[in-house]
């Protein structure tokens, strides 16, 4: 009889617990959830002789970034994917996940822009792949003088 009335405390106390856990985990999604709300909407665009590129960036709530970038590349690349990142001083740095002229294979680059005045400035850095994973060289600086694209503010479409 002792051992059913311990087997019986023991099984309400997991149950006990694993509610707890529960709304534990269900309070950690809200704010997250509340973190990642967008905060305002910003569109940029590039043009260099013949490529053009499009990007909108969302500022989320926690301070991060996030959005869509399509790279128009003479003369037939096609570069859609997302982006996502977050600023650091003066300097945003993202990864860029795309797919080339709508492949099934994914790509992922980091990316460095210098926001200055309405400018976005996509800066050339030198990138290293460890262990398949692309990322810029943190000893090497990023040259933002020698550049091909300059994002200029523009207004966002309506979709």
Same mark, same amino acid.
């Given at each position: ?7 019986? @405390?023991? @099984? ?8 707890? #856990? !529960?709304?534990?985990?269900?309070? &950690?999604?809200?704010? %997250?959830?509340?973190?990642? &709300? ?10 260099? $002789? ?5 990007? %909108?960036? #969302?500022?989320?709530? #926690?301070?991060?970034?996030?959005? *869509?970038?399509?790279? /128009?590349? =003479? ?6 994917? $997302?982006?996502?990142? $977050?600023?650091?001083? *003066? ?11 709508? *492949? =099934?294979?994914?790509? %992922? #680059? ?6 200055? /005045? /309405?400018?976005?400035?996509?800066? /050339? ?22 550049? %091909? ?5 523009? !207004?966002?479409?309506?979709?």
């Amino acid at each position: 009889m002792r051992n059913l009335t311990l087997s019986c @405390l023991l @099984l309400s106390f997991i149950g006990l617990q694993s509610c707890k #856990n !529960e709304e534990k985990q269900k309070a &950690a999604e809200a704010v %997250k959830a509340e973190g990642e &709300a967008v905060v305002s909407t910003a569109c940029y665009k590039a043009i260099y $002789e013949k490529d053009t590129i499009d990007l %909108k960036l #969302n500022t989320l709530k #926690n301070g991060k970034l996030t959005g *869509d970038m399509v790279m /128009n590349v =003479a003369p037939s690349t096609v570069r859609k994917g $997302e982006v996502a990142g $977050e600023f650091h001083g *003066d300097t945003l740095f993202v990864d860029y996940t795309f797919k080339v002229n709508e *492949d =099934a294979k994914t790509f %992922k #680059n980091p990316m460095a822009f210098l926001k200055r /005045n /309405n400018q976005l400035i996509l800066g /050339n850095g030198t990138m290293q792949t460890t262990m398949g994973v692309t990322y810029l060289v943190k000893d090497k600086p990023i040259d933002f003088d020698s550049v %091909k694209y300059k994002f200029d503010s523009v !207004e966002c479409a309506a979709k």
